[in-house]
């Protein structure tokens, strides 16, 4: 498996704060994915990006910002969590027309 | 726009009963398509996949799935289902042609359970 990992793992924080995910990946592949996962919705796609400082925005983007300034990081970030973004968050790295390859998660959860 | 339908959010088999997980998807250019598993409290980990090479694609802990393009459909099998194999299975494709950044879309999941 590609060496992702997430941090933090576990995050519980309060309506109207800003949060900030983080991905580190040791594949130096290209292209980095945030993926949401909600019970009956498998996963969507937030933001993606194809290179550093290129990113472009998924399916359900609003609400959540990305950065990547380096080639093995990739953040995401909430400006003002709200309840609706509780949720899974996995980050996924691949090479393009390939499989893609996931860390383990963050459970972030928006009182 | 390309999708992905998984028929039948939960599926229960016995122990030593075949595994059957349905996928289809709606695409113009066949896709590459892919079969996922997730453990418990896991990130995703790929079963299998289907690049347009043989249609019939052989994965990980004894699964397979066919590629049947009349169909359009890229069903998961397991002969003999096993206590250990209790996840949920997410079927995704990736659309085939030039331009495309390789986003895949998933279906959303179907929950295997395995009874003694």
């Known amino acids: 498996d590609a060496g992702i990992t997430q941090s933090p793992r576990h995050k519980v924080t309060e309506t109207g704060t800003p949060v900030t995910l983080r991905c580190h990946q040791t594949?130096?592949?290209?292209?980095m994915y945030w993926y949401r996962q909600d019970p009956g919705h498998g996963l969507r796609l937030i933001h993606y990006s194809y290179g550093v400082k290129d990113t472009d925005k998924g399916e359900v983007s609003d609400g959540y910002s990305v950065s990547r300034s380096k080639t093995e990081d990739f953040l995401l970030t909430l400006e003002s969590a709200t309840s609706s973004q509780t949720s899974v968050y996995f980050c996924a790295t691949g090479v393009q027309l390939r499989e893609q390859f996931f860390g383990p998660g963050t459970r972030l959860t928006v009182l | 726009a390309q999708s992905v339908t998984q028929l039948g959010s939960h599926v229960s088999v016995s122990e030593g009963a075949l595994v059957l997980l349905r996928c289809n998807y709606s695409s113009s250019v066949p896709p590459y398509l892919f079969w996922y598993v997730q453990y418990p409290n896991q990130g995703l980990q790929l079963l299998l996949k289907y690049t347009s090479a043989a249609t019939l694609v052989k994965g990980i802990n004894g699964f397979e799935a066919e590629f049947k393009k009349s169909e359009t459909s890229f069903h998961l099998t397991k002969p003999s289902a096993h206590m250990s194999d209790a996840a949920e299975y997410f079927c995704a494709v990736k659309p085939n042609y030039g331009g495309s950044q390789g986003n895949l879309i998933f279906g959303k999941g179907t929950k295997l359970s395995v009874k003694p």
């Open positions: 594949e130096n592949h290209r292209y």
